[in-house]
């Protein structure tokens, strides 16, 4: 079944006994028994629902492997992930560039419990094979990454970990099932924020975790129930009806991402444009060998002050201010003091991540409109500062 077949008729037949052609949302909290333990398989919603299962049924069939749960929130799976996976004393691998709660959650909850967090080059070889050891459990990566577009190459970082007995967690929240596999490159788990372009509506807060070997899946399972950071029968339909829709949506993100770009670089009021479908892009090659696509995101620097970048990303017409990212509405996000805040300031600089830095989420909308908005922004901006000039002088 091709991908946009499958996120229609994966695991979605007509309801039996009524035919409805869309599945029932099952709000309830708990299933009468027939003795005490005899079940059709569901006992209480924590532990497992129909529409959540039906859920996890879809996701796995869209990233091609048997297993996966999904949670209240992106940062819920991957608290599963690593509860499951980090003892005290093991190691972790991070990129320099990662999500900023994905950071907070390593460095503030797990390494206070005795887990031990690297961060660094994970694109650069020799650093990698220096970091890793018998003790790394986990290498944790994004590609491409949030907020800088980095591509990281997925086969050689997994071919690496598993030499040293490491798994490899790929968080395919920007790329996703669409345009990225990442169980064929050697990913041992997928997680997604679904709250992006999974659910694609920008209506609700959902994560899942996908893995191919039951082994490394169970103890996340068990986790799922144990912990009991679920997501909402209605949430999991609303993710259900969004992803029938998600092969278009994807399309025109893509489409909405390039054309923005193109626009952007090369004005003068640009730094530079990070988005891995540039030629000049350091992790083109790689994102056209391990992608069918180069996503629906993009960044770039403001050439100019953080007053200018605030000026900016709180006037466009199309952009709303906001985090997360991935719905039909565009959004415009300022790292530093947003989705990034929580990494200190100096980490920030030493990161190489610019308090200049803008992130786009193109949604849905026509690529005329959203370039036009930008355009006209770095003009007023141009204008400011010619007005602002012939003031002083
Ligand atoms: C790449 C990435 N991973 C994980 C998360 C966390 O997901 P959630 O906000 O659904 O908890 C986010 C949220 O922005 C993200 O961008």
């Not at 991957?78 to 460095?107: F, H, M, N, S």
């Not at 018998?134 to 990281?152: A, C, G, H, M």
């Not at 399309?251 to 988005?275: C, F, K, M, S, T």
């Given at each position: 079944?091709?991908?946009?077949?499958?996120?229609?008729?994966?695991?979605?037949?007509?309801?039996?006994?009524?035919?409805?052609?869309?599945?029932?949302?099952?709000?309830?909290?708990?299933?009468?028994?027939?003795?005490?333990?005899?079940?059709?398989?569901?006992?209480?919603?924590?532990?497992?629902?129909?529409?959540?299962?039906?859920?996890?049924q879809?996701?796995?069939?869209?990233?091609?492997?048997?297993?996966?749960?999904?949670f209240?929130?992106?940062?819920a799976?991957?608290?599963?992930?690593?509860?499951?996976?980090?003892?005290p004393?093991?190691?972790?691998?991070?990129?320099?560039?990662?999500?900023?709660?994905?950071?907070?959650?390593?460095t503030?909850?797990?390494?206070?419990?005795?887990?031990?967090?690297?961060?660094?080059?994970?694109?650069?070889?020799?650093?990698?094979?220096?970091?890793?050891?018998?003790?790394?459990?986990?290498?944790?990566?994004?590609?491409?990454?949030?907020?800088?577009?980095?591509?990281?190459?997925?086969?050689a970082?997994?071919?690496?970990?598993?030499?040293?007995?490491?798994l490899?967690?790929?968080?395919?929240?920007?790329?996703t099932?669409?345009?990225?596999?990442?169980?064929?490159?050697?990913?041992?788990?997928?997680?997604?924020?679904?709250?992006?372009?999974?659910?694609?509506?920008?209506?609700?807060?959902?994560?899942?975790?996908?893995?191919?070997?039951?082994?490394?899946?169970?103890?996340?399972?068990?986790?799922?129930n144990?912990?009991g950071?679920v997501?909402?029968?209605?949430?999991?339909?609303?993710?259900?009806?969004g992803?029938?829709?998600?092969?278009?949506?994807?399309?025109?993100?893509?489409?909405?991402?390039?054309?923005?770009?193109?626009?952007?670089?090369?004005?003068?009021?640009?730094?530079?444009?990070?988005?891995?479908?540039?030629?000049?892009?350091?992790g083109?090659?790689?994102?056209?060998?391990?992608?069918?696509?180069?996503?629906?995101?993009?960044?770039?620097?403001?050439?100019?002050?953080?007053?200018?970048?605030?000026?900016?990303?709180?006037?466009?017409?199309?952009?709303?201010?906001?985090?997360s990212?991935?719905?039909?509405?565009?959004?415009i996000?300022?790292?530093?003091?947003?989705?990034?805040?929580?990494?200190?300031?100096?980490?920030?600089?030493?990161?190489?991540?610019?308090?200049?830095?803008?992130?786009?989420?193109?949604?849905?909308?026509?690529?005329?409109?959203?370039?036009?908005?930008?355009?006209?922004?770095?003009?007023a901006?141009?204008?400011?500062?010619?007005?602002?000039?012939?003031?002083?002088?």
């Amino acid at each position: 079944m091709e991908f946009a077949t499958r996120t229609i008729h994966a695991a979605q037949p007509s309801e039996p006994g009524t035919g409805s052609l869309v599945a029932p949302i099952f709000q309830t909290s708990t299933y009468e028994q027939d003795e005490p333990g005899v079940h059709q398989g569901f006992d209480y919603s924590r532990t497992n629902n129909p529409t959540r299962a039906r859920l996890e049924q879809v996701l796995a069939a869209l990233e091609g492997v048997a297993h996966a749960a999904v949670f209240a929130s992106g940062l819920a799976a991957e608290t599963a992930v690593l509860q499951a996976w980090l003892k005290p004393g093991d190691e972790v691998i991070i990129p320099l560039d990662v999500y900023g709660g994905t950071y907070r959650l390593l460095t503030r909850v797990f390494k206070p419990l005795g887990c031990i967090v690297h961060q660094i080059d994970v694109a650069d070889p020799k650093i990698f094979a220096a970091a890793l050891s018998q003790r790394t459990k986990l290498v944790w990566i994004e590609s491409p990454t949030n907020p800088r577009l980095l591509v990281y190459d997925i086969a050689a970082i997994a071919a690496a970990a598993h030499a040293q007995g490491a798994l490899l967690v790929v968080d395919n929240t920007f790329a996703t099932p669409f345009f990225q596999q990442p169980f064929e490159l050697g990913a041992d788990i997928v997680v997604h924020s679904v709250t992006k372009y999974l659910a694609g509506h920008s209506d609700l807060i959902q994560g899942a975790v996908l893995a191919k070997d039951p082994a490394v899946f169970e103890p996340i399972k068990f986790l799922q129930n144990a912990t009991g950071a679920v997501p909402s029968p209605f949430d999991c339909w609303l993710t259900l009806r969004g992803l029938k829709t998600m092969e278009l949506r994807m399309l025109r993100h893509a489409d909405n991402a390039a054309a923005i770009a193109e626009a952007l670089a090369g004005h003068p009021l640009v730094r530079r444009v990070y988005y891995p479908g540039l030629a000049s892009h350091p992790g083109h090659e790689i994102a056209r060998r391990q992608m069918t696509g180069f996503g629906g995101m993009l960044s770039f620097e403001l050439e100019g002050s953080v007053d200018e970048v605030t000026d900016f990303v709180s006037s466009r017409r199309f952009f709303a201010l906001g985090e997360s990212l991935g719905g039909v509405k565009a959004l415009i996000c300022h790292p530093a003091r947003m989705t990034h805040a929580s990494i200190p300031a100096r980490e920030r600089a030493a990161l190489g991540l610019s308090d200049r830095l803008i992130r786009l989420s193109p949604g849905c909308e026509n690529h005329r409109d959203l370039v036009a908005d930008l355009v006209d922004g770095l003009t007023a901006l141009q204008a400011a500062r010619v007005s602002s000039s012939i003031v002083v002088g």
